[in-house]
């Protein structure tokens, strides 16, 4: 049973261009998560969405980030005209189910450097 | 404890010896908190969990303690072992697993 899987690991953008970042849920889960994580510091909650829905968005910024997640293939997170603050660790994390179960199976990451 | 700039709190232990990692939560109405390991790298890895009408939960090697008066949370390793050198975060769940992370503490452990 594949766990989390995210790609790419690593991205590198120059300021202005796009960033996509897939992620395939575990087998079975339906509930994916996406966080950021910069340098030294816990991840921060971005989003959460189901198939074809977003739940809690509260932690997306209002402008140049979206996410989604389709009923068929993996969630997405979309960043629009990067710029430097947008360099982290970007990661995927997913459950069976919506509650609190605590724990949230959590993807390797994908790095994005910003130049 | 706090992280001062952008350097993590650490504790170096010794092979054998156990850990004591402490955290402060901010939000006193979170009735669910979770320990994770980071590995240099990685993603967090799920520890142990308490729900907040438990004070004290323990797993293998680990135990979680919950102090809801004073919003503190400790995670305590026996016998640490080199494998559990990471940085380790505490984090609240706020609901739809709108997880809070504190900014972790960085474990070293010496052979």
């Known amino acids: 049973n594949a766990g989390v899987m995210q790609n790419p690991r690593h991205l590198v953008r120059r300021r202005g261009q796009e960033a996509r970042l897939r992620c395939s849920p575990m087998?079975?889960?339906?509930?994916v998560y996406w966080y950021r994580q910069l340098p030294e510091e816990g991840l921060k909650f971005m989003v959460y969405?189901?198939?074809?829905?977003?739940?809690?968005e509260s932690g997306m910024p209002k402008e140049r980030f979206s996410a989604e997640f389709p009923k068929e293939g993996p969630s997405i997170l979309r960043i629009q005209q990067v710029v430097r603050g947008d360099s982290a660790a970007y990661f995927c994390?997913?459950?069976?189910?919506?509650?609190?179960?605590?724990?949230?199976?959590f993807g390797e990451g994908s790095r994005l450097t910003v130049l | 404890g706090e992280s001062v700039g952008l350097h993590l709190p650490t504790l170096s232990v010794q092979e054998g010896d156990n850990s004591i990692i402490n955290c402060a939560y901010s939000?006193?109405?979170?009735?669910?908190f979770i320990w994770y390991k980071q590995e240099s790298g990685k993603g967090p890895q799920f520890i142990i969990d308490?729900?907040?009408?438990?004070d004290k939960r323990q797993g293998q090697r680990v135990t979680v303690l919950l102090n809801k008066t004073v919003k503190h949370l400790s995670l305590q390793i026996a016998a640490t072992q080199p494998g559990d050198s990471a940085v380790y975060f505490c984090a609240e769940n706020n609901g739809n697993n709108r997880l809070a992370f504190g900014k972790g503490n960085q474990v070293v452990v010496i052979p």
């Open positions: 994390a997913s459950s069976p189910v919506g509650r609190a179960t605590g724990e949230l199976f």
């Open positions: 087998k079975g889960h339906s509930h």
């Open positions: 308490i729900r907040s009408n438990m």
């Open positions: 969405l189901q198939k074809e829905n977003i739940i809690d």
């Open positions: 939000n006193s109405a979170s009735d669910y």
